[in-house]
């Protein structure tokens, strides 16, 4: 009976072996993060890139009606809730949690950014062509 207890298939796993499977669980941690958070720029991304196509479609409608581009007022700050106001009719169509946006107008043309609020992040924009950064 005594011999059986210390026989080798009767104890458990080896500090190694538990060190191993914790090595191995921590890189697929590691691993999954990483693709996570690209999966979340992207996705912040493309509500930047959603909202320049949205100011495109309004600048275009609203210059069919006045005859002009729609011009925010101030320089080309947050322009974010004033283009809502005054683009989108009050509609909160952008959102400024990840970018803020701006469309700077001369008489002929205009463009419109969207600037990451991150530092270094990636900044986008947009044409009344409908040339585009992305």
């Known amino acids: 009976m005594y011999s059986s207890l210390n026989s080798k298939s009767s104890r458990g796993f080896s500090l190694l072996e538990l060190l ?15 693709a996570y958070n690209g999966y979340i720029d992207s996705a912040k991304a493309k509500e930047a890139q959603t909202g ?19 011009t925010p007022s101030g320089g080309c ?14 509609q909160q169509t952008l959102t400024n949690s990840n970018f803020r946006f701006c469309i700077s ?28 950064s992305w």
Not at 122 to 128: A, D, G, L
Request: proline share 0%.
């Open 105 to 132: 107008v001369s008489s002929t043309s205009y463009i419109a950014h969207a600037y990451n609020k991150t530092s270094g992040g990636t900044s986008f924009w947009i044409r009344n062509t409908n040339q585009k």
């Open 20 to 34: 191993v499977v914790i090595a191995i669980i921590g890189v697929i941690t590691v691993i999954g993060v990483v």
């Open 52 to 70: 320049l196509q949205s100011i495109y479609m309004q600048q275009e409608e609203y210059k069919s009606i006045y005859k002009q581009w729609y």
């Open 77 to 90: 700050g947050d322009q974010t809730s004033t283009i809502n106001t005054g683009l989108f009719g009050g």
